[in-house]
């Protein structure tokens, strides 16, 4: 199974990339993990809100295939724990899931259109984090995932 974190716009502080960069080296040793990022142009951040989710939509959806599974990493979405998440990651690698997709929208979420594509919603918090800073948040969650599942001592509990 392939995971894909897929992202809006990279990132732009250089202690996130660093931090984000670490965990993704890390995961090498567990997964086939790969960040694509979406590029939306300086113009399209001068309209509304409402014409910057609509222009982001149209870029996600070409960035991602029929069969993928989607999962948005949203407050809205479920919370789960270190190790519940480990068992989702494990759930979607034996349903053989190909392409499991964890989308990071923009700074003011997701168009409607990506609501009704997705597969399910993840929310790492009640509190709202920024955009930015979930990637870091998220690969350091997926490498503790991976091992959780091998049953390393990175994870305590």
Do not use: C, W
Not at 109 to 121: L, P
């Amino acid at each position: 199974m392939k995971i894909i974190l897929l992202q809006i716009d990279k990132t732009q502080d250089a202690y996130l990339a660093e931090g984000i960069s670490v965990y993704t080296k890390r995961l090498k040793n567990y997964t086939d993990f790969e960040i694509l990022t979406v590029n939306v142009s300086k113009n399209t951040r001068q309209r509304s809100i409402n014409e910057q989710k609509t222009e982001e939509a149209k870029l996600i959806l070409d960035s991602i295939n029929n069969d993928d599974v989607l999962v948005l990493l949203d407050e809205k979405g479920k919370e789960y724990t270190s190790v519940e998440f480990s068992k989702f990651i494990s759930a979607k690698q034996n349903a053989s899931v190909k392409r499991l997709v964890f989308l990071i929208g923009g700074p003011f979420g997701f168009d409607e259109k990506i609501y009704k594509h997705a597969n399910a919603q993840l929310s790492f918090s009640k509190m709202t984090f920024s955009h930015q800073m979930i990637r870091l948040f998220f690969t350091e969650q997926l490498y503790r995932a991976f091992t959780i599942l091998r049953g390393e001592k990175y994870h305590h509990e």
